[in-house]
C-alpha cells in the first residue's frame, strides 16, 4: 500500500522540522509551533540532512532528550544542520548539543534545576522583544537539567541568565542559532508561546498560514491530484471525529466517487449508531452503507474477559467484516481512513520512534485489500482535526464528542460481554452523560462515562433484598490525557444519578464513583 500526505509534504506552504531526540515535551513542541499558525513535522533526530533539506524547511528545533551529551552514544543531529543556512532552535539538550557541536562547553551542573526557576534577560532580541517581557527583565520559566553550558560557543551572544548564573538562552545572530535552556513550550513557562513565535516569525520569516482552511484547500487539492478522475474511493467509518471529518473532506473533494462503510459493531453509546447512520445519509454525497454486525462481534466476544484480548478481537473482526463489504463493491481503487499524527507516532510509523501502542488504523487493514491508502488527516493533532472539522461544517454532535475508545463499551464492561450487560451499561452511561449535560458541566469534562464492573452485591429495592452489578461512574479533567485529574463533581449531581441509575434501572444494585487520577490509574477501566 502507498500512502497518501506522508511522501510529498511540499504542498503545505510553510514548514519547520523539529528533531525529536526523545524528549517528554517533543510532541507539546509540535502542538505549539501548529497553534503559532506554522506547519511542522516531528521527525527523528537522525534523519539524514538532505532528507531534512528535501523539506526545504524554514527553521529547524531540537527538541529535548532524557540523555546527556557528555555521556557515550549520546544521540546526536547530522552536523550539517548547523552550516545548511536554516534558522536553528534547541530547547534543553537541543541547546546542549548545538553548544557543544559548535565549540562552547557543558558540563554537569553543581546544582541542577527543576522546576519553575527565575532568570534575568540579557538581550531582547529577537527572541525576547515581546510585551510579555517587563521592562525589568526578570522572568519564570520552567527548567528540567543537569548538564548546563558554561561556556557559549564563538560568535553567541549570552540572551538571558538564571538566578544560578546558568545560561538560559544563547544565540548566535549572525547564523541564525539559538538555544533555550528552558522549555518555553509548557504551560509553566509564561511568556513561552511567544518566545518561540518571535523564534518562528523574526528569525524564520514565517507568518500565520497553518489555518484549517488552508488545509482543507490543500488537502482537497492532494486528494484530486492522487484520485484519478475516474477512480472511487471507499471510506471505514467509526462514527467518531477523525473518520467522520475524513468522510466530509473526500465528499467536497470527489463527491460521490466516495463509497463510506460504517461497521456498526454494536458497542456505541445508546443510540449513538443511529445518529452518525442519519447525519452521513443526510449530508454525503457517495453511497452510504450500514452494515450491523452486533450479532457478530458479541458472538466472537462471548467468554472472553481478557481487555487485551477483546481489543484483539474487535480488530480483527472489523477488519473482515469491512475488507468483505469494500471488496463485493467492485472497482475501487482507494482506502480513505481516519489515521491522525498522534497515531502515526505513538504505532512507531516515522523512523525511530517507539512504539507505544497499536492503532487498528495504522497499517492494521490487511495489504490484500489491494487498495492504495488515502489518509488526510495523517498530518494532524485531535485539536486540529476538530477545528478542520468545523471548516467543513460538521455538526457540534460530532465535533464535540468526547473521545471514545476504539473497541467501544467493550473495554467498559469488566468481564465477559453479552448483550444484557451491554444495554444495562447503555443506560447508566445515558443517564450520567444526560445528568452532566443538564448540569452544564460537560463541556467542562475530559471524559465521562459509566462502567460496567464485575462485582455483585446486596442491595435493598422496596421491601425485598436485592443482588446486582454495581456500576462506576468516572469523569476526568485533563488537557491532554497525558494526566488526568477526577473531577470534583457537586454531591447533588451524583446523588441524582445515582438515584436514576438505581431507579431507572432495576438490576443495578448500586453505583460508586471513581476519585482515581491518571497516573496511577488510567482513564479507562481497560
Given at each position: 500500500?502507498?500512502?497518501?500526505?506522508?511522501e510529498?509534504?511540499n504542498?503545505?506552504?510553510?514548514?519547520?522540522?523539529?528533531?525529536?531526540?526523545?524528549?517528554?515535551?517533543?510532541?507539546l513542541?509540535?502542538?505549539?509551533?501548529?497553534?503559532?499558525?506554522?506547519?511542522?513535522?516531528?521527525l527523528?533526530?537522525?534523519?539524514?540532512?538532505?532528507?531534512?533539506k528535501?523539506?526545504a524547511?524554514?527553521?529547524?528545533?531540537?527538541s529535548?532528550?532524557?540523555?546527556?551529551?557528555?555521556?557515550?552514544?549520546?544521540?546526536?543531529?547530522?552536523?550539517?544542520?548547523?552550516?545548511?543556512?536554516?534558522?536553528?532552535?534547541?530547547?534543553?539538550?537541543?541547546?546542549?548539543?548545538?553548544?557543544?557541536?559548535?565549540?562552547?562547553?557543558?558540563?554537569?551542573?553543581?546544582?541542577?534545576?527543576?522546576?519553575r526557576?527565575?532568570?534575568?534577560?540579557?538581550?531582547?532580541?529577537?527572541?525576547?522583544?515581546?510585551?510579555?517581557?517587563?521592562?525589568?527583565?526578570?522572568?519564570?520559566?520552567?527548567?528540567?537539567?543537569?548538564?548546563?553550558?558554561?561556556?557559549?560557543?564563538?560568535?553567541?551572544?549570552?540572551?538571558?541568565?538564571?538566578?544560578?548564573?546558568?545560561?538560559?538562552?544563547?544565540?548566535?545572530?549572525?547564523?541564525?542559532?539559538?538555544?533555550?535552556?528552558?522549555?518555553?513550550?509548557?504551560?509553566?513557562?509564561?511568556?513561552?508561546?511567544?518566545?518561540?513565535?518571535?523564534?518562528?516569525?523574526?528569525?524564520c520569516?514565517?507568518?500565520?498560514?497553518?489555518?484549517?482552511?488552508s488545509?482543507?484547500?490543500?488537502?482537497?487539492?492532494?486528494?484530486?491530484?492522487?484520485v484519478g478522475?475516474?477512480?472511487?474511493?471507499?471510506?471505514?467509518?467509526?462514527?467518531?471525529?477523525?473518520?467522520?471529518?475524513?468522510?466530509?473532506?473526500?465528499?467536497?473533494?470527489?463527491?460521490?466517487r466516495?463509497?463510506?462503510i460504517?461497521?456498526?459493531?454494536?458497542?456505541?453509546?445508546?443510540?449513538?449508531?443511529?445518529?452518525?447512520?442519519?447525519?452521513?445519509?443526510?449530508?454525503?454525497?457517495?453511497?452510504?452503507?450500514?452494515?450491523?454486525?452486533?450479532?457478530?462481534?458479541?458472538?466472537?466476544l462471548?467468554?472472553?474477559?481478557?481487555?487485551?484480548e477483546?481489543?484483539?478481537?474487535?480488530?480483527?473482526?472489523?477488519?473482515?467484516?469491512?475488507?468483505?463489504?469494500?471488496l463485493?463493491?467492485?472497482?475501487?481503487t482507494?482506502?480513505?481512513?481516519?489515521?491522525?499524527?498522534?497515531?502515526?507516532?505513538?504505532?512507531?510509523?516515522i523512523?525511530?520512534?517507539?512504539?507505544?501502542?497499536?492503532?487498528?488504523?495504522?497499517?492494521?487493514?490487511?495489504?490484500?485489500?489491494?487498495?492504495?491508502?488515502?489518509?488526510?488527516?495523517?498530518?494532524?493533532?485531535?485539536?486540529?482535526?476538530?477545528?478542520?472539522?468545523?471548516?467543513?461544517?460538521?455538526?457540534?454532535?460530532i465535533?464535540?464528542?468526547q473521545?471514545?475508545?476504539?473497541?467501544g463499551?467493550?473495554?467498559?464492561?469488566?468481564?465477559?460481554?453479552?448483550?444484557?450487560?451491554?444495554?444495562?451499561?447503555?443506560k447508566?452511561?445515558?443517564?450520567f452523560?444526560?445528568?452532566?449535560?443538564?448540569?452544564?458541566?460537560?463541556?467542562?469534562?475530559?471524559?465521562?462515562?459509566?462502567?460496567?464492573?464485575?462485582?455483585?452485591?446486596?442491595?435493598?429495592?422496596?421491601?425485598?433484598?436485592?443482588?446486582?452489578?454495581?456500576i462506576?461512574?468516572?469523569?476526568?479533567?485533563?488537557?491532554?490525557?497525558m494526566?488526568?485529574?477526577?473531577?470534583?463533581?457537586?454531591?447533588?449531581?451524583?446523588?441524582?444519578?445515582?438515584?436514576?441509575?438505581?431507579?431507572?434501572?432495576?438490576?443495578?444494585?448500586?453505583?460508586?464513583y471513581?476519585?482515581?487520577?491518571?497516573?496511577?490509574g488510567?482513564i479507562?477501566?481497560?
Amino acid at each position: 500500500m502507498e500512502h497518501f500526505l506522508n511522501e510529498d509534504s511540499n504542498s503545505i506552504r510553510e514548514k519547520v522540522v523539529i528533531l525529536d531526540f526523545g524528549g517528554q515535551y517533543s510532541m507539546l513542541i509540535a502542538r505549539r509551533v501548529r497553534e503559532a499558525g506554522v506547519f511542522c513535522e516531528l521527525l527523528p533526530y537522525d534523519t539524514p540532512w538532505d532528507e531534512i533539506k528535501r523539506l526545504a524547511p524554514a527553521g529547524i528545533i531540537l527538541s529535548g532528550s532524557p540523555a546527556s551529551v557528555n555521556q557515550e552514544g549520546a544521540p546526536r543531529c547530522d552536523r550539517a544542520v548547523y552550516e545548511g543556512g536554516i534558522p536553528v532552535l534547541g530547547i534543553c539538550y537541543g541547546m546542549h548539543l548545538l553548544a557543544e557541536e559548535l565549540g562552547g562547553e557543558v558540563v554537569r551542573g553543581t546544582r541542577s534545576e527543576f522546576g519553575r526557576t527565575s532568570f534575568e534577560i540579557v538581550e531582547r532580541e529577537p527572541l525576547f522583544n515581546d510585551d510579555n517581557f517587563d521592562d525589568a527583565g526578570s522572568c519564570c520559566a520552567w527548567m528540567s537539567h543537569q548538564d548546563e553550558v558554561v561556556k557559549a560557543p564563538p560568535g553567541f551572544h549570552v540572551l538571558a541568565r538564571t538566578e544560578n548564573n546558568t545560561l538560559a538562552a544563547i544565540g548566535d545572530h549572525e547564523r541564525k542559532i539559538y538555544g533555550l535552556q528552558f522549555h518555553p513550550e509548557v504551560f509553566h513557562t509564561p511568556g513561552g508561546n511567544n518566545v518561540l513565535k518571535r523564534f518562528l516569525y523574526d528569525v524564520c520569516g514565517c507568518s500565520w498560514s497553518w489555518t484549517p482552511k488552508s488545509f482543507v484547500e490543500d488537502a482537497m487539492e492532494k486528494i484530486r491530484q492522487v484520485v484519478g478522475a475516474d477512480d472511487r474511493v471507499v471510506c471505514a467509518l467509526s462514527g467518531g471525529v477523525d473518520s467522520s471529518v475524513v468522510a466530509f473532506l473526500l465528499d467536497r473533494a470527489i463527491s460521490d466517487r466516495a463509497v463510506y462503510i460504517f461497521v456498526d459493531h454494536g458497542l456505541l453509546r445508546l443510540d449513538e449508531a443511529g445518529q452518525v447512520v442519519k447525519l452521513y445519509r443526510e449530508k454525503l454525497q457517495g453511497q452510504f452503507i450500514h452494515v450491523n454486525a452486533k450479532k457478530v462481534f458479541l458472538e466472537a466476544l462471548a467468554g472472553i474477559t481478557d481487555p487485551e484480548e477483546k481489543r484483539r478481537i474487535i480488530g480483527s473482526e472489523f477488519i473482515k467484516v469491512f475488507k468483505e463489504k469494500a471488496l463485493s463493491m467492485g472497482d475501487i481503487t482507494y482506502l480513505a481512513q481516519g489515521t491522525i499524527y498522534p497515531d502515526v507516532i505513538e504505532s512507531g510509523s516515522i523512523s525511530g520512534a517507539a512504539i507505544i501502542k497499536s492503532h487498528h488504523n495504522v497499517g492494521g487493514l490487511p495489504e490484500e485489500l489491494g487498495f492504495d491508502l488515502v489518509e488526510p488527516l495523517r498530518e494532524l493533532f485531535k485539536d486540529e482535526v476538530r477545528l478542520v472539522g468545523a471548516e467543513l461544517g460538521l455538526p457540534d454532535t460530532i465535533l464535540k464528542r468526547q473521545p471514545f475508545p476504539g473497541p467501544g463499551l467493550a473495554v467498559r464492561i469488566v468481564g465477559d460481554i453479552t448483550a444484557e450487560k451491554l444495554s444495562l451499561l447503555q443506560k447508566a452511561d445515558y443517564i450520567f452523560r444526560e445528568e452532566l449535560y443538564n448540569a452544564g458541566l460537560n463541556d467542562e469534562m475530559w471524559q465521562y462515562f459509566a462502567v460496567l464492573t464485575d462485582v455483585k452485591v446486596v442491595g435493598v429495592k422496596g421491601d425485598d433484598r436485592h443482588y446486582g452489578p454495581v456500576i462506576a461512574l468516572r469523569a476526568v479533567v485533563s488537557e491532554d490525557a497525558m494526566t488526568a485529574d477526577w473531577a470534583r463533581l457537586p454531591y447533588e449531581l451524583l446523588d441524582k444519578t445515582s438515584l436514576r441509575i438505581t431507579g431507572e434501572i432495576p438490576e443495578i444494585a448500586r453505583v460508586v464513583y471513581d476519585i482515581t487520577s491518571k497516573p496511577p490509574g488510567t482513564i479507562e477501566w481497560e
